[in-house]
């Protein structure tokens, strides 16, 4: 079965340090990833996404993410946070038809 | 300007009462979703819509109907809610099967 997996359920990080987010996904065929990012009383908002090609893709606010087919991973990074980015980050793949299935989250806190 | 709304925001009821969550989207996208999201569980899909009058279940369908009879409004009914039915519930469109998501603000549901 598809599934994603956020190992990690905080992630606190100071102001102006970088930043990973773990993502593992579990899909034997090739995989439409996105990363999605929900702050506080608010919908989801698309940070970015990756369909094929480089497997370093860009988003916004400075955040990009690596898929690795050979580890089923779909990092997101960002080199210098800042206390606006925090926030909650959920991980998402589509397999096939128009189903995607969510992460549970990572709850992301900068501190000052 | 493209946005998905829903009404209301929040929303207070009593077990066995029904429930209308309402939905609307001005980008004209064919398909629709309906979540929620509970804490620690990330989002999990309640219905599919491909378009009107065309609804498939996702994966707790259970206690929940849809209808879509205009293809920028989309309805989530539970008839006679129950109390763990209580939860965030978001509406979101996209154009296709692979595109991203565009995500309402969400209605919050608490069933006493």
């Known amino acids: 079965a598809q599934s994603v997996t956020q190992p990690d359920a905080r992630v606190t990080v100071s102001e102006g340090a970088s930043l990973q987010l773990r993502c593992k996904y579990s899909?034997?065929?090739?995989?439409?990833l996105f990363w999605y990012v929900q702050y506080p009383r608010q919908g989801l908002q698309l940070l970015l996404k990756y369909y094929s090609g480089d497997p370093v893709v860009q988003g916004v606010n400075g955040f990009e993410a690596e898929f690795s087919k050979s580890n089923s991973s779909f990092h997101l990074r960002k080199a210098s946070v800042h206390w606006s980015d925090s926030a909650v980050y959920f991980c998402?793949?589509?397999?096939?038809?128009?189903?995607?299935?969510f992460g549970s989250g990572t709850r992301l806190l900068v501190s000052p | 300007d493209m946005k998905v709304t829903q009404m209301p925001r929040y929303l207070i009821k009593r077990m066995g009462e029904n429930v209308l969550l309402e939905c609307g989207q001005d980008?004209?996208?064919?398909?629709m979703y309906w979540y929620r999201q509970d804490p620690g569980l990330g989002l999990q899909l309640i219905y599919i819509?491909?378009?009107?009058?065309?609804?498939s279940e996702g994966d707790i369908p259970k206690g929940y109907r849809v209808s879509r009879k205009k293809r920028e409004h989309f309805s989530l009914i539970l008839d006679s809610a129950k109390t763990n039915q209580t939860s965030v519930y978001f509406c979101?469109?996209?154009?296709?099967?692979?595109?991203?998501?565009?995500f309402g603000p969400g209605t919050r549901l608490t069933v006493l």
């Open positions: 979101a469109s996209s154009e296709g099967a692979g595109a991203e998501q565009f």
């Open positions: 980008m004209s996208h064919e398909t």
């Open positions: 998402a793949l589509r397999t096939g038809g128009y189903k995607v299935v």
């Open positions: 819509s491909y378009d009107v009058d065309s609804n």
């Open positions: 899909y034997s065929g090739t995989p439409y």
